[in-house]
């Protein structure tokens, strides 16, 4: 029977579900029916450990039972109720959320997800400003809606190509500098004389934004070398534009801090946040806002809005998940398993096989970046990569894989002894690649 809820899960998907970013015909999915902290299984009990958090969102792992808990005391007391009325849980979620975020960091504006967040940071920073342009990197991604998808750096962006003044440049990225450089210091260096240059030729007078994940995660777990963030804000101060970090995935304790901001020295002006502020067990995100940028709407009305925007049950979700995740130290075991177990387990794996060209990270927010060949660090191709990810689930892991690189980003409650079974059974597959190449 439970094998048969298998077959009329994945029927009734391919009849009837449209899946994002996938030719239709072509799809494969893993049924899922339940889940428990880092562990998912389908109807018929097989059971898979998560390495991708799903989307990188699922920080505080599956079935928690005070979010749960919270959700449906919410969902009893007060389903549903508009955004322009008071809500307690929703002004509860907000200063827990702002607690968390720089001094002078004082407002949320809730939205429905990450893509709708940078969306609404975007329209803030061009009103506040009254200019048009948004820089942001090449290698990025910031969401499937107008500006947040043209401000994307990938592929996603192209058949994307509605809204206006979106600019691009180049980040650092040492592992393949676009700058020639040879060691982190130049890489920053060149990185930010890049940016400047960029800045001066599009005219600092019609940049409204820069807008930056803190830490790129789909484009590869892009670790800022020390100074350039603290870089991008003395640019930013320079010519009075707005500094926008996104934080949709690397924030709420993916890289073993609250922020990820908080292990550099920078302050931006605009947060945008989603994912692990809640775990994505309702649909949530948001923008944390300056005071200066805030007082702009205090006479001038703000031209946004959203029938969902701080939903009680999401807020509930808020509450209950960081609540949890301070008692519970949360973000504490993800910076410990980081540097204590998956950091240099990953890197003994990147020592060893020789299809690894790079392991980078920090807290449970990892990538190996996979290489036909270690001199030339050719990517190694589509079908390696593939290859890969079925091995992967073969073996009763569920990988996140992006291009040429295997994302290794556990739920943040992931033990030391879940890590080690992580790294043997990637341990096996990278060695089939290997005899491979």
Sequence with gaps: MSEDLDRLTLDLDRDHVFHSWSAQAHLAPVPIAGGRGTRVWDHAGRTYLDFSSQLVNVNIGYGHPAVVAAIQEQAATLATIGPATANLTRGEAARRITDRAPAGMDKVFFTNGGADAVENAIRMARRHTGRDKVISRYRSYHGNTGAAVNATGDWRRLPNEFARGHVHAFGPYLYRSEFWATSPEQECERALRHLRRVIECEGPATIAAILLETIPGTAGVLMPPAGYLPGVRALADEFDIVLILDEVMAGFGRTGEWLALDAYDVRPDLITFAKGVNSGYVPVGGVIVDREIAATFDDQVFPGGLTYSGHPLAAASIVAALDAMESEGIVANAKAIGADVLGPGLRELAERHSVVGEARGTGVFWALELVA?????????????????????????????????????????VTADEVAEALATYDEVLTLLDKEL
């Design 373 to 413: 060949d270690r001199e030339t660090r050719a990517p190694l191709p589509a079908a390696g990569v593939a290859r890969a990810k079925a091995e992967l689930i073969a073996r009763d892991l569920l990988p996140f894989t992006a291009d040429n690189r295997i994302h290794v980003v556990p739920p943040c409650v």
